[in-house]
């Protein structure tokens, strides 16, 4: 998994089969600096409280859909978790 | 696999269930000089591994499952193994020879 910050909203009415109730936003991967790294990438919302702004976590590839309810959806980037706070340990 | 090497841990309330009492993890990935090589992950912790401590990762969803003892869950780095020592051409990188 890795860190992203959300950064807009994607409103889609026409979707792939399975993606109805989807909510898609637009997120900046980071660094564990949590400076931006790399290019923006659209990911699904799976716990329906992200915002944008937000620091979250996304997990990639297959088990992105794993994080929805239907499991067998093309999506390939999902937001797991929205982040508290990253603690350095020393 | 990977090597890495816990340098923090990830706070979250509001997170898919599969994360709900577990800990995760923030790990640097090291080259084979054992030396940061600029990647990171945020891993889901099996071993009870902590700060400072060179970690064996796996960033492979089927794989993380199976470690979980789960069908489905979006997990895809898991901490598997605690290094004790880690010998590269033979040098001595973990610990610091």
């Known amino acids: 998994m890795q860190l992203a910050r959300v950064t807009g909203t994607v409103v889609a009415s026409v979707k792939a089969e399975g993606l ?7 997120v900046q991967p980071l660094d564990r600096r ?12 799976a716990v329906h409280m992200a915002g944008p702004g937000e620091l979250v976590y996304v997990v990639s590839a297959r088990e992105a859909s794993q994080a929805l309810p239907n499991t067998f959806v093309p999506v390939d980037h999902a937001i ?11 | 696999m990977k090597v890495g090497r ?6 979250s309330t509001i ?3 599969v994360f709900e ?40 969803g089927n794989s ?3 470690v979980l003892e ?4 979006p997990v895809r780095a898991v901490i598997v193994g605690i290094i004790d020592q880690l010998t590269v051409d033979g040098e001595l990188v973990v610990p610091d020879g």
């Open chain 1, 20 to 26: 109805e109730g989807v909510k898609f936003l637009v």
């Open chain 1, 34 to 45: 949590q400076q931006p790294q790399g290019d923006p990438v659209v990911a699904a919302d």
């Open chain 1, 80 to 90: 797991v978790g929205i982040v508290d706070a990253v603690e350095e340990l020393s």
């Open chain 2, 6 to 11: 816990v340098v923090g841990t990830v706070v």
């Open chain 2, 15 to 17: 997170s898919a269930p």
């Open chain 2, 21 to 60: 009492g577990r800990r995760l993890l923030l790990c640097d990935g090291l080259d084979a000089a054992g030396e940061p090589d600029g990647s990171y992950l945020i891993c889901v912790d099996t071993v009870g591994s902590g700060a400072g401590e060179t970690v064996l990762i796996l960033d492979e």
């Open chain 2, 64 to 66: 993380a499952r199976q």
């Open chain 2, 70 to 73: 789960l069908e489905t869950a």
